[in-house]
T-cell receptor
Framework: KQEVTQIPAALSVPEGENLVLNCSFT??????LQWFRQDPGKGLTSLLL?????REQTSGRLNASLDKSSGRSTLYIAASQPGDSATYLC????????????FGKGTHLIIQP | EADIYQTPRYLVIGTGKKITLECSQT?????MYWYQQDPGMELHLIHY???????EKGDLSSESTVSRIRTEHFPLTLESARPSHTSQYLC??????????????FGPGTRLTVL
């Protein structure tokens, strides 16, 4: 059974710092990996999608990497801003015909002004 | 930009009532999903659909049922709500391109409280 772990569970940093969020998964047979942000009382906003054949994806100040063989992904946020404060979720879509995403519990990020 | 809608956003209801949570998307996506999220916990897949007249159960056992009569609409029904059904329910959709699963887009969620 696929399990997704996110470290750290919570992180608080001053504005302007670069930071890295970590995600690991137990079964490397995945179709893709997706990073989301979740704001309180709201749904999920898709940030980046990495297909299993890709190594990284970039969008603005965000860069996500994927090492499928070791079961790891990182989300790098450059020049953090208070508006980046949210819970960041990592999710994988398993291979082998299974459907839907398996989620981690998330990293709760606070950017201090 | 993803266009996926859920109603109601918040629902407080008494035990034993029948409820339907609505989900609709305007992107023409074939694949749709329902996830359940308890406070402080991860999301779990409870139902999904490949297209019209297709429904499948997800990883987490749920007493709810779903239907897919139209591509854009994927409602979730609880025949008799119980306090254990109190949770947030999130709907999502995605496009499947034959060999590639695209990103899933999520609605704003319905926060259900059963008294």
């Amino acid at each position: 059974k696929q399990e997704v772990t996110q470290i750290p569970a919570a992180l608080s940093v001053p504005e302007g710092e670069n930071l890295v969020l970590n995600c690991s998964f137990t079964d490397s047979a995945i179709y893709n990996l997706q990073w989301f942000r979740q704001d309180p009382g709201k749904g999920l906003t898709s940030l980046l999608l990495i297909q299993s054949s890709q190594r990284e994806q970039t969008s603005g100040r965000l860069n996500a990497s994927l090492d499928k063989s070791s079961g790891r992904s990182t989300l790098y946020i450059a020049a953090s801003q208070p508006g980046d404060s949210a819970t960041y979720l990592c999710a994988v879509m398993a291979g082998g015909g299974a459907d839907g995403l398996t989620f981690g519990k998330g990293t709760h990020l606070i950017i201090q002004p | 930009e993803a266009d996926i809608y859920q109603t109601p956003r918040y629902l407080v209801i008494g035990t034993g009532k029948k409820i339907t949570l609505e989900c609709s998307q305007t992107m023409g996506h074939d694949k749709m999903y329902w996830y359940q999220q308890d406070p402080g916990m991860e999301l779990h897949l409870i139902h999904y659909s490949y297209g019209v007249n297709s429904t499948e159960k997800g990883d987490l056992s749920s007493e709810s049922t779903v239907s897919r009569i139209r591509t854009e609409h994927f409602p979730l029904t609880l025949e008799s709500a119980r306090p254990s059904h109190t949770s947030q329910y999130l709907c999502a959709s995605s496009e499947y391109l034959g060999t590639t699963y695209n990103e899933q887009f999520f609605g704003p969620g319905t926060r259900l409280t059963v008294l």
